[in-house]
């Protein structure tokens, strides 16, 4: 079966600390992988995807995330983390063929504290 | 920047009270779809729209839920006769598609509150 799993549900960390939420999918097909962040009364903005070539992608915000197929896994990272990152944030994943159906994970809400 | 624009914010309906929830895709957007969130559960997929007509559907979109793009820029989705489980809150999304397939543009939300 398709699946996202977002094994974090909540995650807090200082301001100026590093930061991974982890993701994991089982997808029979070549996934696309996206991450999605989604602040208070906003929607779903995405921060990085990944289609194909160079595992680590880069993504806005200071995102990064690294595709690891043999761990069906896309990690998404970030060096420092600002207050202003605190939001709730989303992996997903799909595929060429699958047009925009994309699959969701729980998604991980992440507190920054000062 | 362009963006998705979803009216109304918040609806509050009646069990058995029809509803249609609002989309202003990106203008050059090709591909269209609802996404519902349950509250505190998964984003779903409910159905995409291509061509003027649904690509595909989820489960979740049986008979009571519709929708049309009427014209150039809107794209609806109708839930005929409300029930208490489709309190939630409604995504509508686009993209160009091609080589950019799943990368998808997301609106605010419509949250649905059926009582």
């Known amino acids: 079966a398709q699946s996202v799993t977002q094994p974090d549900i909540h995650i807090t960390v200082s301001e100026g600390a590093s930061l991974e939420l982890r993701c994991n999918y089982s997808y029979g097909a070549t996934p696309y992988l996206f991450w999605y962040v989604q602040s208070p009364g906003q929607g779903l903005q995405l921060l990085l995807k990944y289609f194909s070539g160079d595992t680590l992608v880069q993504g806005i915000k200071g995102f990064e995330a690294e595709f690891k197929r043999s761990q069906s896994s896309f990690n998404l990272r970030k060096p420092s983390v600002h207050w202003s990152d605190a939001a709730e944030y989303f992996c997903a994943v799909g595929s060429y063929n699958q047009g925009g159906k994309l699959i969701f994970g729980q998604g991980t809400e992440l507190s920054v504290k000062p | 920047e362009p963006e998705v624009t979803q009216t109304p914010s918040h609806q509050v309906t009646q069990m058995g009270q029809e509803v249609i929830l609002r989309c202003v895709p990106i203008s050059n957007h090709l591909y269209f779809y609802w996404y519902r969130q349950i509250l505190g559960q998964k984003v779903e997929f409910l159905v995409s729209f291509y061509n003027n007509e649904i690509s595909e559907k989820s489960e979740i979109f049986d008979d009571q839920f519709s929708v049309e793009r009427p014209d150039g820029s809107n794209f609806t989705l109708k839930i005929r006769s409300t029930k208490l489980e489709d309190s939630a809150m409604y995504f509508c999304?686009?993209?160009?598609?091609?080589?950019?397939?799943?990368?998808?543009?997301f609106g605010e939300g419509s949250r649905l509150t059926v009582l």
């Open positions: 999304a686009s993209t160009m598609g091609g080589a950019n397939t799943g990368e998808l543009f």
